[in-house]
């Protein structure tokens, strides 16, 4: 899946837009500069396809990538939690999100990340509620794992897995990865693989 060569697919920002149902799709979600374009962009080794938004949270699209020939696309879903939104681009981020998660069938999973130095903080429970609700099974990729050492490293894997063992919906391993250092990037693309073959 991932010796391909990917591309910018569209972005939507309401429903009605979407890319038709096709293939198996997965998603990545988490706080706006969590890393997630970093890490999207290692995964498919395409340096700008994912690309940072000078302003946070401003434009709320999900935006699609594809590959020729791979039965996979990547979803990368609005960053959230920047801190001078307004109420109402909260309100269109959980619409349009929590419309995305219930009606998206081919989803197989969202990987929620969450930046190694905070861990799961108010803003990422609200996440997680909401895909609890939506039924939609999630894996945390903790990112950005070589500002921590090893051993933070290793407590907040911890902490984390007891945090999530309480919630419905959430995937129970937990991959730590480092764009910058590229550590992770094989685990969670072996991760992707198997979701995707199975
Ligand atoms: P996004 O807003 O979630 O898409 O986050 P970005 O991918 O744009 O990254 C936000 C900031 O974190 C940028 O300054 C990146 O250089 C930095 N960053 C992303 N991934 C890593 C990583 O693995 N390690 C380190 N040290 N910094 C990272």
Known sequence: LFAKRWDFLTSVTDMANLPDIGDTEIAFAGRSNVGKSSLINALTGRKGLARTSSTPGRTQMLNFFSADEAPLTIVDMPGYGYAQAPKELVEAWTNLVFAYLRGRPTLRRVFLLIDSRHGIKPIDL?????????AVIYQVVLT????????????????????????PAAFPAI???????????????AEINHLVLN
């Open 144 to 167: 950005k794992s070589d500002k921590i050492k090893p051993p933070a490293l290793t407590r907040l894997k911890e902490e984390t897995l007891a945090n999530l063992s309480k919630r």
């Open 175 to 189: 991959i730590a990865t480092s764009s910058e250092k590229v550590n992770g990037i094989e685990e969670l693309r």
């Open 126 to 134: 609200q996440a997680m509620a909401l895909l609890d609700k939506a």
